[in-house]
């Protein structure tokens, strides 16, 4: 396979760009994320990768929770917030006001325009992400009107 051939044609998938956050009982994590997508209507499910090396993977694989909270087109600069380490203090991560998900205490970013909550029913492990499929159990509005924030409008990539 000719590597570049094979880095273009993947990198031409459409992505979002997402922040999801993780639980276990009184530990937070954080991560950027755009490899997510719905998988099924009934039951709402969702499908991630999140690398193995992260916090968040670690907290979901002991929680079985997760959170993601979508970015808005206009907010990158909020983004790349989530593309360290998380550092909590009081009722911020990264920097940013959270508030607890109502269904599985995983951080919900207050700035940002959507939000879901998830139980994970199955995980792939492969490779140097872990797929988790998780049931949608929570969902929020908090300006419908906001358009998401795609990868490709970033000038960023990830995959290939």
Same mark, same amino acid.
């Given at each position: 396979?000719?590597?570049?051939?094979?880095?273009?044609?993947?990198?031409?998938?459409?992505?979002?760009?997402? #922040?999801?956050?993780?639980?276990?009982?009184?530990?937070?994590?954080?991560?950027? #994320?755009?490899?997510?997508?719905?998988?099924?209507?009934?039951?709402?499910?969702?499908?991630?990768?999140?690398?193995?090396?992260?916090?968040?993977?670690?907290?979901?694989?002991?929680? @079985?929770?997760?959170? #993601?909270?979508?970015? @808005?087109?206009?907010?990158?600069?909020?983004?790349?917030?989530?593309?360290?380490?998380?550092?909590?203090?009081?009722?911020?991560?990264?920097?940013?006001?959270?508030?607890?998900?109502?269904?599985?205490?995983?951080?919900?970013?207050?700035?940002?325009?959507?939000?879901?909550?998830?139980?994970?029913?199955?995980? #792939?492990?492969?490779?140097?992400?872990?797929?988790?499929?998780?049931?949608?159990? @929570?969902?929020?509005?908090?300006?419908?009107?906001?358009?998401?924030?795609?990868?490709?409008?970033?000038?960023?990539?990830?995959?290939?």
């Amino acid at each position: 396979m000719d590597p570049q051939a094979k880095k273009t044609a993947l990198r031409a998938i459409t992505y979002g760009l997402y #922040v999801l956050t993780a639980r276990d009982g009184d530990e937070l994590a954080a991560a950027g #994320v755009n490899w997510l997508t719905q998988a099924s209507f009934e039951p709402p499910l969702v499908v991630t990768a999140v690398k193995t090396d992260n916090d968040s993977h670690r907290l979901i694989e002991a929680s @079985g929770v997760f959170a #993601v909270n979508v970015l @808005g087109k206009d907010q990158l600069d909020i983004g790349k917030a989530f593309f360290r380490t998380s550092t909590v203090e009081g009722d911020t991560i990264n920097g940013y006001r959270f508030e607890p998900g109502p269904e599985t205490g995983c951080p919900l970013i207050v700035e940002l325009p959507y939000w879901f909550e998830c139980r994970v029913t199955d995980t #792939v492990k492969r490779g140097d992400h872990t797929v988790f499929v998780a049931e949608t159990v @929570g969902a929020g509005v908090r300006d419908e009107t906001v358009l998401p924030l795609v990868l490709r409008d970033t000038g960023m990539n990830y995959g290939g």
